[in-house]
């Protein structure tokens, strides 16, 4: 098996989260929210958020959606091409809380980031690409 990437998570939130989700991740996050309109006609059950040129996290709303706790999700991470000071000001910009700040190892080795945790209770990493 030869994997070059993730291509796409795919979270669970509320039936009624779909506005709560656009204006976090879209609004808060500058993030494109994607086929909402194939969401809404029933032609799909989850609407995108696009990460980057290749990665998505689908959102599917869903009746029996439960928050996620410590037993079952830790935390989705995602490389910020942003220097670290420079995140967390347009986080601090945008109204998006900061949980914690560190230095985690991941795939491409150690970075500062910034934990912040969505309208739902999934806690995203946002690791900078520079100090």
């Known amino acids: 098996m030869d994997v070059t990437e993730i291509d796409h998570a795919n979270l669970h939130i509320p039936t009624d989260g779909v506005e709560t989700a656009v204006t976090f991740y879209r609004d808060r996050l500058g993030l494109d929210v994607e086929n909402r309109d194939r969401y809404e006609s029933g032609d799909k059950p989850f609407f995108s958020v696009r990460l980057a040129p290749g990665a998505v996290v689908h959102l599917q709303p ?37 949980d914690r700040e560190l230095e985690p190892l991941g795939a491409t080795g150690v970075a500062p980031a910034v934990y912040v ?12 690409a520079r100090v």
């Open 62 to 98: 869903d009746e029996e959606f439960r928050a996620p706790t410590d037993a079952n999700f830790d935390h989705l991470a995602l490389r910020v091409d942003a220097d670290f000071a420079d995140l967390k000001a347009e986080l601090d910009d945008a109204g998006v809380d900061i």
């Open 117 to 128: 945790t969505d309208p739902f209770g999934y806690t995203l990493e946002l690791k900078a």
